[in-house]
């Protein structure tokens, strides 16, 4: 069972099954690539530059490379991103509130022979 808007799990989709969870990774300052993939376990690396590409299309987060060799690349979210956090914070506290019923209901719709958690 997972705990209503952790990194890990969300009730709800915002642009993808990643974008929500990497918002939340974002949400306390910017963090290289290798820092983003430890919380977001089972992303592949593939999924995840595809993710943050869309993004920073999207204007939610910026890509900044830093002075270095090899030049290290930070990714943060943007005031738009930003703006996200509140409707993630309502989504979260409705999750809190009415996630047992939601699950409650998945396993009567699935049936007697649905496989326990």
Do not use: N, Q
């Not at 993939?37 to 993004?55: A, N, Q």
């Not at 290290?72 to 509130?97: H, I, N, Q, S």
């Amino acid at each position: 069972m997972f705990t209503a808007c952790s990194h890990t799990a969300s009730p709800l989709r915002l642009g993808g099954k990643w974008t929500p969870k990497i918002i939340r990774c974002l949400e306390g300052g910017p963090r290289r690539f290798s820092e983003l993939e430890v919380p977001l376990r089972g992303i592949t690396p593939k999924v995840l530059t595809e993710t943050l590409r869309s993004m920073e299309r999207d204007a939610l987060i910026t890509r900044t490379v830093h002075v270095g060799a090899p030049a290290p690349v930070t990714y943060a979210l943007t005031a738009l991103g930003r703006t996200l956090l509140v409707p993630m914070a309502a989504c979260c506290a409705w999750a809190a509130e009415h996630l047992p019923t939601l699950l409650d209901a998945r396993d009567a719709h699935e049936g007697p022979a649905a496989a326990p958690r």
